[in-house]
Antibody, heavy 122, light 107 residues
């Protein structure tokens, strides 16, 4: 079965960076995209960016002002999201989610990781 | 950016009730809209994609409709497992955006 497994919780200081991993299994990794979505406490879901796992093309939300980098390692079927210059307001649960590369065939985000809590605290 | 709104923000209902949630986009998104259910401490789960297509394994009491800028999610007969928060999401254009959520709780 399709599964996305994320790395564990992190506690970081303001100004630091965090890198979250998302290991895929149960499907051909390069046939899909991986998106990153975060959810601050009590807030709505916020899209951060995506990577085409096949060709490596990426796009990130301008809301993060260039602080986000999304990469992948096809040999490990793993995607990564790095967020730099962390602020207190970056405290959130970060999710990865699978999405078909060809939009008309997409079933929305049809599989999600379990979420990774990132806490920014001094 | 396409703004997505939902109404109501909270909905109190009883088991067996018919429930309808509305989602509006700030510009036309054709039918590129998905609905998700989220329970506390869990990842969202897709219910409906392309406005009205039921995801495999999702009970048939869930249905979606709409196109352009206005969409609805209907639960025909609310079950105990359905008490959760529901989000709509547009995937017509980047940045992908979600609605603020509708919490369905027990009346």
């Amino acid at each position: 079965q399709v599964q996305l497994v994320q790395s564990g919780a992190e506690v970081k200081k303001p100004g630091a960076s965090v890198k979250v991993s998302c290991k895929a299994s149960g499907y051909t990794f390069s046939n899909y995209a991986i998106h990153w979505v975060r959810q601050a406490p009590g807030q709505r879901l916020e899209w951060m960016g995506w990577i085409n796992a096949g060709n490596g093309n990426t796009k990130s939300s301008q809301n993060f002002q260039g602080r986000v980098t999304i990469t992948r390692d096809t040999s490990a079927s793993t995607a990564y999201m790095e967020l730099r210059s962390l602020r207190f307001e970056d405290t959130a649960v970060y999710f990865c989610a699978r999405f078909a590369v060809v939009v008309p065939t997409a079933h929305g985000f049809d599989s999600w990781g379990q979420g990774t809590l990132v806490t920014v605290s001094s | 950016d396409i703004q997505v709104t939902q109404s109501p923000s909270t909905l109190s209902a009883s088991v067996g009730d018919r429930v309808t949630i509305t989602c509006r986009a700030s510009q036309s998104i054709s039918r590129w809209l998905a609905w998700y259910q989220q329970k506390p401490g869990k990842a969202p789960k897709v219910l409906i994609y392309k406005a009205s297509s039921l995801e495999s394994g999702v009970p048939s009491r869930f249905s979606g409709s709409g196109s352009g800028t206005e969409f609805t999610l209907t639960i025909s007969s609310l079950q105990p497992d359905d008490f959760a928060t529901y989000y709509c999401q547009q995937y017509n254009s980047f940045p992908l955006t979600f609605g603020p959520g509708t919490k369905v709780d027990i009346k």
